[in-house]
């Protein structure tokens, strides 16, 4: 099973206030690099499928980059609303079938 | 928004009860998911599918059981239950297509409690 580590666990941001975390990943036999936004009590979502060494993906304020050769990605959030609270997944793609999930980071905006 | 459904979405029930987790989708995905998640822990994969009548065991080891008799529809079942299968159970399905690498569409999840 592959290890996937995700810092910090937990992070506690003002509204406004820009922030960024990171997920680890063994970069060897990489195929792609998901990340999912999980609401409290909501199914988590797809936010970004990475594949390629140096991509970077964006979706309204929030963004991703990729390092496949050493194995991280970084997730920003610019401008921070409470509707960003929630817990960030990352997950590389093991064998091309399976997901390997770390143990989130989980964001709290205060107001 | 995704069409896959889970239900019960709570379930409180005493040792030694079966039980069973139902997932359903609309979307005609082939691959099929069960994942197990303990609070502040990650989503480890139980069980997959890859299609009709095809069932395989994911990484963490569990004492529950699936099936896939129809594309849309996904079960699991616990013959026996006990405390220690207290946890919360996400259902997914995916299509392997190109560019989607494998997305996975989630369920809202059953959280599980046996006394």
């Known amino acids: 099973i592959l290890n996937v580590e995700q810092s910090p666990q937990s992070l506690h941001v003002q509204e406004g206030d820009s922030t960024n975390f990171t997920c680890s990943f063994p970069s060897s036999n990489f195929y792609a690099l998901h990340w999912y936004r999980w609401e409290t009590a909501k199914s988590p979502e797809a936010l970004f499928v990475m594949t390629l060494n140096g991509d970077e993906k964006k979706k309204g304020r929030i963004s991703a980059t990729l390092n496949t050769k050493e194995g991280y990605s970084y997730l920003y959030i610019k401008g921070s609303q409470p509707e960003d609270s929630a817990t960030y997944l990352c997950a590389p793609l093991q064998g091309a079938q399976k997901l390997v999930f770390g143990q989130g980071t989980r964001l709290t905006i205060n107001p | 928004e995704a069409d896959i459904y889970q239900t019960p979405r709570y379930l409180v029930i005493g040792t030694g009860k079966k039980i069973t987790l139902e997932c359903s989708q609309t979307?005609?995905?082939?691959?099929m998911y069960w994942y197990q998640q303990d609070p502040g822990m990650e989503l480890h994969l139980i069980h997959y599918s890859y299609g009709v009548n095809s069932t395989e065991k994911g990484d963490l080891s569990s004492e529950s059981t699936v099936s896939r008799i129809r594309t849309e529809h996904f079960p699991l079942t616990l013959e026996s239950a006990r405390p220690s299968h207290t946890s919360q159970y996400l259902c997914a399905s995916s299509e392997w297509g190109q560019g989607s690498y494998n997305e996975q569409f989630f369920g809202p999840g059953t959280r599980l409690t046996v006394l």
């Open positions: 979307m005609g995905h082939d691959k």
